[in-house]
């Protein structure tokens, strides 16, 4: 079934065919091998005129990246949410896809004004009174205008691109057959999740293209510094926001791409790298709810050191549940106490792989050693990290997606906070709220709320459990109760022994057409040539054509 859905889609897909000739470029070829589309790849050479399977040579990060950025807005889409993934990006690759151009050329101004008359149902004149024909921005799925209200507020208006929706639909098929062959045929990558990875970001691309998404992420931050002057969040113009229409507060500041311009502005910078950060780490340990993108091109400088934030279409959460383990992590890390950290990270763990408790205390250790004593001014938090899920990643422990997401972001706040003032630390920074939380869950308040929840649910299990002794009862009885076994490991075992009974299948193939060629040969049958049976030299033909594709294959494979 899965070779006839490849063979379909390349049949019926000019997209696929693009994405095999773009991978043979970039040196691919052994993965297409590996997925056995090495002959579709071979006509896409033929079509692209290349002779033999290019290898570009240069670091793998740097071919994906080139890759990702030739193929469009949804795989540039794909190579940002593999930047918050540390824990199956190694840091060298995680290095290049942060480099991924995020700015293509924009739209035309007839094409954005059809989609917004479209979907706000009303001429363009009738809802701005003006609007301009140049985007402030153009990314890969959208592009920004500045605008004015007819009542006169001066506003940003953020418009999906035509025809993108198309496009990232196709895209997602052939994702989805991509991830479907290399999980079968390509055992190594399995331990990185493709399937969970492209599940993610289906959910991730889907609520980007909804731009209703972007704008209650954006009230809903808003909403949490409503009293604070140091922070601008834009508002959200509702009665000109759809699905692909946002229309809020045009910002009105100095990005922080533009470092000249902000010194020479004389604004104090270590000041507002700490306004910053504490606006993040806010977020991020009392609202439970953050940003999840806070690159320079998203925050701004705006008069009197207010700082301007941008763009929420990527946003993650921590539960109050995650949050106590957070804050138990940092304090049994400040106590060099291995175990409890051991413990913890067991805890979040959401991988299936059995988890080496002792080997794992022990690399524990050895990195908390290896990082003792440093000056929190020194310590690079995004190095911290990415020692720290090369470890996990070694024993086997898988953290939830949006845990690898808050310590991507925890990376950047250090990243763009630093630009500011090289002594920050985001350790430093994040040592009040860790203190915060402990003594929450010390307090009365909280304990009591916790054993009432621990009651509660310990009496839900005694109620219910008579209907779930029944249950089992009756399944015994009537001859329907089960025990299903999962066996690990046993689709290698599986594959390799069809492709064994395949082999035995054409050597007893062969061996038969050697042997009736050899009785038509003695007993001089049928037709002959030059005095032999035709029949006997056809299946002596055959027979050297199978034996001597069988030979090659088992030599390509090295199996012997």
Known sequence: MLRWNVNRTFRSSRRFVHI?????????????????????????????????????????????????????????????????????????????????????????????KAIIEEDLEKPLEDLFSTFEEKPVGSASIAQVHEARTLAGRRVAVKVIKPRVAELVAADMDVLQTIVDLLESRVPESRRYHPGKVLQQFRRSISKEMDLNFEAYAMDRIREHFREDDTVFIPG?????????????????????????????????LRIFARRGADMMLQQIFRNGYFHGDPHPGNLYYLEG??????????????????????????????????????????NLNVGEEEVPLTAFRERLADFVLSYYGVPMKHLDIGKVISDGFSILSDNGIEIPPHLSLLLKVLTQVESVARSLDPDFSVVEAIEPFAREITRERLEPSHIAREQFDLAREIWSLISRAPDDLEQIVRQVRSGKFKIQLNHRGMEDLLQEQDRLSNRISFSIITGAIVVGSSILFSTGVGPKLYGMPVLGLIGYVMAGGLGLWLLVDILRKGRF
Not at 238 to 263: F, N, S
Not at 305 to 313: N, P
Not at 316 to 321: A, N, T, V
């Open 20 to 112: 095999l000739g773009i991978l043979v470029k970039y040196g691919f070829g052994e993965m297409l091998h590996k997925m056995n589309l090495v002959r579709p790849a071979r006509k896409v050479q033929r079509l692209l005129g290349f002779r033999e399977m290019p290898d570009t040579g240069g670091p793998f990060g740097r071919r994906l990246r080139l890759v990702l950025e030739e193929l469009g807005p949804t795989f540039i889409k794909v190579g940002q949410l593999l930047t918050t993934r540390p824990d199956i990006v190694p840091p060298d690759v995680l290095e290049e896809l942060k480099k991924l151009q995020k700015d293509t050329p924009p739209a035309s101004l007839e094409d954005i």
């Open 236 to 268: 959200v113009v509702w009665e000109q926001t759809a699905g692909r229409i946002l229309t809020m507060d045009l910002v009105e500041g100095l990005p922080l791409t533009d470092m000249d311009a902000l010194r020479e502005s004389g604004a104090d």
């Open 305 to 346: 050191g207010t700082v301007g934030l941008l763009d929420f279409g990527m946003t993650g959460r921590i539960s109050g549940e995650l949050r106590e383990e957070l804050s138990e992590f940092l304090v049994a890390l400040n106590r060099q106490d291995a175990g409890r950290m051991a413990r913890v990270l067991i």
